[in-house]
């Protein structure tokens, strides 16, 4: 089973490791915006972002890096990610965090991660993207 993401530590095994690395966790940024990018049903939280992506590749992909257990690319980089008054400039109610996990969860489906993985990850990744909404439920 796993331990809580990245736990100092911990003898469990972290998200990191059982996605098996730098590799795999890429991977799931590229499936994740590449899904984003393309999908009508995610186009409402597509239109906040930059047309160019590839920053937000990058970001996503050293954030999760650490997040997940990895080495901390993006703290190294930027600092505390203060994510949430990172996220105050965007509208973010249920429908934004939804389609926000509506394409996480197709990216971990599509790059076949093993099913209980994939649910602890859902979990977890859901109170992240739970914690960014800055509009009360309508
Ligand atoms: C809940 C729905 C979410 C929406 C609508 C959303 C949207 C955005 C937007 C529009 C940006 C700015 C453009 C960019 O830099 O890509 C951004 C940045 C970012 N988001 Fe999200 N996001 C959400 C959830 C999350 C979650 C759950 C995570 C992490 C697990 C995350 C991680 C990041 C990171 C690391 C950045 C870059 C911050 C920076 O250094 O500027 N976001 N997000």
Redesign the pocket.
Known sequence: MLSKVGEPGSNQATFFEVLGGVEKVRELVERFYDIMDSDPKAA??RA???AD?T???E??F???TG?SGGPQL?IER?GH?M?RR??L??T?GEA??????YC?VRAMHDNGIEQPVMLKLTEA??D??????NRPPT
Do not use: C, N, T
């Open positions: 409402g939280i906040l972002h930059p992506l920053s937000s590749r970001k996503l050293m954030f999760l997040w993006y930027y990610p994510l990172r996220h400039p965007f973010i934004e965090r939804d389609q926000w996990m996480m990744l859901w992240v993207a739970d914690f960014m909404r």
